[in-house]
């Protein structure tokens, strides 16, 4: 049995990058993310809570731990999926005997998600298009795969008849309180969870919320060429006489310490069912996650300290940012230029200088 979140909870965390791209932005050829005005280094909220979610992904595989959002998820199944368990009609799907002429074409195709072949009674074939399929990916689908004339126009002629159906208000309540009891990262983070191509499953506002990492000090960004051994064609091979090299650059932060600040609303995690049990799973997460997603690009990635300051009311005994004022990030005298954690010294409060009704605890 779940245990019900009670306490406001309000967190740092303090993580490094060693010869890495903690974050790189895509805008800007993937370079580390910056404030061009001050020079410090950010990290955004979505990159650190997708490392979350790759380490419950990893540690949690049964019950209500499932992901939402994940590498090459398409959101509109978990709708479906929420619907028929509960069983809810969401359409009426389509199914009509494909020609004869016709079977062998289709028998050769890949089908897209959402059509189907179903023998029938009188063992012709059928295509069957799903109630909630996605009639504009399919559409682009065709078009994509370059299918035949006589088969798009029967696929058409199919397609036709698929009726979704629009959920009313109280399914739409149930299948958001479905999405919330199986994704893990629904019931912590919230989703949007209307959309166009699927069972609308509403709207979720999560307990947990993460700011953007922002680097104590500003951060340098380092390009280094580098060369691969190796062509691609035998074009670029003919091209070099047979000295096949290609070359690359690649962008990192020598060093930075990043700060992230956190907020766990009990008022949000009784909506949405987060409890207890979630939230350690959260904070081992937050102090494991980087040793799960090493890679060269993000170099030597760790985190250095988790500090969670926990109130005894549900909405909280002081103010975040004057607890948050409370920590004190320095560099250590004679350290110019930080190389690693231990060149900065982290000032954590005691117990007596915190608040009434606040505790701390450093992980």
Known sequence: MATELKNRYDFMLLFDVKDGNPNGDPDAGNLPRIDTETGEGLVTDVCIKRKVRNYVQLVKTEGGYNIYVKEKAVLGRAHAEAFKSLGIDIGQESAKAIPPE?????????????????????????????????????????????????????????????????????????????????????????????????????????????????????????????????????????KQSGDNRTMGRKNTVPYGLYVAYGFVSPAL?????????????????????????????????????????????????????????????EKKDGVAVPRKFADYKVDVPSSDMLPSGVHIEVK
């Open 102 to 238: 016709l079977v062998s074409s289709f028998e050769e195709l890949e089908l897209c998600e959402g059509l189907s072949l179903r023998d029938n009674e009188d063992e012709t074939k059928l295509l069957v298009v799903a109630s909630d399929a996605d009639k504009k990916a399919i559409k682009e689908w065709e078009k994509e795969e370059k299918i035949s004339t006589p088969v798009k126009k029967f696929i058409d002629s199919v397609l036709k008849d698929a009726k979704p159906r629009k959920p009313t208000a109280a399914e739409t309540e149930k299948g958001r309180d479905w999405m919330c009891e199986h994704y893990f990262d629904i019931r912590t983070f919230g989703a949007v969870m209307a959309l166009k191509s699927a069972p609308n499953c509403g709207q979720v506002r999560g307990p947990v919320q993460i700011t953007f990492a922002r680097s104590v000090d500003p951060i340098v960004t380092s390009e280094h060429s580098i060369t691969r051994m190796a062509v691609a064609t035998e074009a670029e091979a003919e």
């Open 269 to 329: 995690a009784k909506q949405t069912g987060f409890s207890e049990e979630d939230l350690a799973l959260l904070w081992e997460a937050l102090v494991g996650m980087f040793d799960q997603d090493h890679s060269a690009a993000r170099g030597m990635m760790a985190t250095q300290k988790l500090i969670v300051f926990k109130h005894d009311t549900a909405l909280g005994n002081a103010p975040s940012s004057r607890l948050f004022d409370l920590v004190k990030i």
